[in-house]
């Protein structure tokens, strides 16, 4: 029993003593995260809450576009085999259903040549075709266009710091206009604080940056793929078309031979 009780009261003594090592350092990480929270609202609030919203904006951006541009969303191997072996049987409202079904900008570009032949039956190939190129180009600038919010945070983070800095010292020369004694050590944390929006903007804006430039990579490679099934489903359908055409013509042929 007294074996027991002096391994714990040595338990206890242990204990103690790693607390009152750790106290410092927990001490010191605290004061050091007060300081940091109290640089950033040293900038004025007028000024780091837009900044702050910028940055969630910023976040949302980047998880949003991990999670939709990616090559499943553009061009996926399953509509391209089921469009392939519609088109050869020339089964046109089966497609229009599996493109209505599918959420791809294939899809999408597919469903409007189909639905325009369908409605026109008259219509040339040409014609088709450049609704298939019109509507491809508002996919591909759908696809720029929803990145360059990335863009344009990137942008304007850093010009809402800037403004701060001017701002502030704009004020700190204000207060050396007002007093004649004011020293180079008591004008600096003016200074620093008016610095601190700057520094704020570039902490949103280069992450920013980096991703819309990982992220415009990205779609310039999804933009060449969907070129590349334009092509392959364009070629397609000129096949039909000319099969049609010689079966026309044949028919033509045989009724002014009897």
Request: include cysteine; hydrophobic fraction near 50%.
């Amino acid at each position: 029993m007294k074996r027991h009780l002096t391994l714990a009261f040595l338990l206890l003594l242990t204990t103690g003593s790693l607390l009152a090592q750790e106290a410092p350092r927990l001490e010191a990480t605290d004061s050091a995260a007060k300081s940091m929270l109290d640089s950033l609202l040293e900038g004025g609030p007028w000024l780091m809450i837009p900044l702050a919203a910028l940055s969630f904006i910023a976040v949302l951006l980047i998880i949003f576009y991990t999670f939709t541009i990616r090559q499943g969303a553009v061009v996926s191997d399953k509509f391209m085999n089921a469009a392939d072996a519609l088109i050869r049987k020339q089964d046109y409202l089966g497609l229009i259903a599996v493109c209505n079904r599918e959420n791809e900008c294939i899809a999408r570009i597919v469903y409007k040549t189909l639905d325009f032949a369908t409605k026109n039956p008259t219509a040339s190939f040409d014609e088709v075709r450049e609704v298939t190129e019109a509507e491809g180009t508002r996919q591909a600038s759908i696809l720029n266009n929803r990145i360059s919010y990335l863009n344009d945070i990137s942008r304007v983070a850093p010009m809402v710091g800037l403004f701060g800095t001017v701002v502030g010292m704009i004020k700190a020369f204000e207060s050396i206009g007002k007093s004649s004694g004011v020293q180079h050590m008591e004008l600096a944390p003016g200074v620093a604080q008016a610095l601190v929006t700057t520094a704020a903007g570039l902490v949103v804006s280069i992450p920013s940056l980096i991703f819309y430039s990982i992220f415009r990579g990205k779609v310039q490679k999804l933009i060449a793929e969907l070129e590349a099934a334009m092509t392959h489903i364009m070629a397609l359908l000129a096949a039909q078309y000319k099969r049609a055409n010689y079966r026309a013509s044949a028919r033509r042929d045989g009724s002014d031979g009897e």
